[in-house]
């Protein structure tokens, strides 16, 4: 399970990186959201990978720390998907405004000459 975790943050690291390097906005953006998909399922991966655990403690139980999955990870990854469809939304408007201003999509502003 870790392996396929980690190859699966490897993948989505090295695409975003990859379009964030491409000359369209769009692409960018789409570049920005793989990075923070592939960030939030680290810092997810850190509350270690347990199956059928719960993530509070029961009033009465014993308090065996590995018997739980740790809740600020978790906390932690709600909030970022909700600031990155934010930040995501905010970009996608200054996409269009530059689109309508500049008339490209060109991070640089400027078409390639052909």
Known sequence: MELVL?????VLVGSGVWLL??????????G???????????????????????PVVQA??????AA????IPQALV???IVIGFAT?????????????LTGTDHVDGKETER
């Open 6 to 10: 980690s190859l699966g943050i490897g």
């Open 21 to 30: 390097f491409r000359p369209r906005t769009y692409q960018v953006i789409i």
């Open 32 to 54: 920005l959201a793989l990075l923070s998909y592939a960030v939030n399922l680290f810092i997810f991966s850190m509350g270690r990978l347990t199956i059928n655990a719960p």
């Open 60 to 65: 009465g139980s014993e308090i065996d720390p």
């Open 68 to 71: 739980f999955a740790d809740p």
């Open 78 to 80: 709600l909030t970022a």
């Open 88 to 100: 995501t939304a905010l970009f996608l408007v200054v996409l269009l405004a530059s689109r309508g």
